[in-house]
């Protein structure tokens, strides 16, 4: 029999002593929510979080009919658990809306603004996943986020403001229409990301700062506009600004994810706007080179999706520079 795991330690241990503490039954609920809320922190594999679930749906039960506020918040914590829980189905999402749903419930009435405002963004989060899965509508992500940003305003909680800002804006680019409402959402979105960015510097939120400038720069290369050519320079601009705070050595994914934009990018653009029937062969050489970087840190890290991907983009332009040197 193999030797359990140091989480199955953990998680055994947590019952063992809850089980034999001389405390009230709220006091054994929070025990077991606070050793839940250490696994999930840093998990190294899915057995964690599932074993954080496990310790919520424990410490749920455990808490009295009076300490219905205590079971809101720990039912939060699970719904976040489960959300980051891989899984290919919509079950576990689903559960997560369910328990952020059933929380908010009791939230809304008991709990402090923050956490209502907390619990509707990763309910909008849930939301939002399931309606790429067909499952739920994204207009509900949406309606979650705006209700989560009463609280989190740009002053009090940059930080949250700007995540709320990105995720309101990757909603509006994920609605599915094909006229003008399409472009209205997409300008939306570009506002969004904007706003995201007078809330947070790249000194003070690095992430959310190199988060938000990297997906403004996809939605400004992908809007549907007459000025396809401004709107890429501008999304140079924001992937450049993206990677001052994202660096190979400190975040590698992200940094490599940044590049591979930042190559799409140049090589659907005219190396001089003002000439654009000279063609771009300085920015597909650029590109080339980025991509190659890209290719090799995903490789690195065992990312073969996003190498493929990268792959694929590196021959396409191989080709169209062998076909322009022939003419």
């Known amino acids: 029999m193999p030797a359990p795991s140091r989480t199955e330690s953990v998680v055994a241990a947590a019952l063992r002593s809850v089980t034999e503490a001389d405390a009230r039954a709220a006091e054994k609920a929070e025990m077991l929510m606070e050793v839940a809320m250490g696994v999930q922190q840093k998990p190294k594999a899915a057995a964690d979080l599932e074993a954080a679930c496990a310790l919520y749906a424990e410490a749920i039960a455990l808490c009295p009919p009076e300490g219905a506020l205590l079971a809101a918040r720990i039912r939060a914590r699970m719904g976040t658990a489960l959300m980051a829980t891989p899984a290919e189905g919509p079950e576990l999402l689903t559960a997560a809306r369910d328990a952020l749903e059933t929380a908010l419930a009791t939230l809304a009435a008991e709990g402090l603004e923050t956490e209502v405002a907390e619990a509707e963004m990763n309910l909008g989060l849930a939301l939002q996943n399931l309606a790429g899965m067909n499952r739920a509508r994204i207009q509900d992500a ?5 209700r989560a940003l009463r609280a989190f305003d740009r002053e009090r909680h940059p930080k949250e403001f700007a995540i709320l800002q ?6 509006f680019l994920s609605m599915p229409f094909a006229d003008e409402r399409a472009r209205l959402r997409e300008a939306l979105a570009v506002q969004a990301f904007e706003e995201g960015l007078r809330a947070v510097s ?6 959310e700062f190199a988060m938000l400038q990297n997906n403004l720069g996809n939605a400004l290369q992908y809007v549907s506009s007459s000025h396809r050519v401004e709107n890429g320079f501008r999304a140079l601009d924001a992937y450049d600004a993206a990677l001052e705070a994202r660096t190979r050595r400190d975040a590698p994914s992200e940094y490599a994810n940044t590049i591979a934009n930042k190559a799409n990018c140049l090589a659907n653009l005219p190396d001089d706007p003002a000439r654009p029937e000279a063609g771009n062969p300085r920015n597909l050489d650029a590109a080339t080179a980025l991509y190659a970087e890209a290719r090799e840190i995903f490789l690195a890290l065992g990312e073969t999706g996003k190498a493929d991907a990268v792959a694929e983009a590196l021959a396409e332009i191989e080709t169209e520079l062998t076909q322009s040197l022939r003419h």
């Open 142 to 146: 949406v309606a979650a986020y705006q």
């Open 166 to 171: 990105n995720n309101l804006a990757t909603a």
């Open 202 to 207: 790249k000194i003070d939120h690095p992430v």
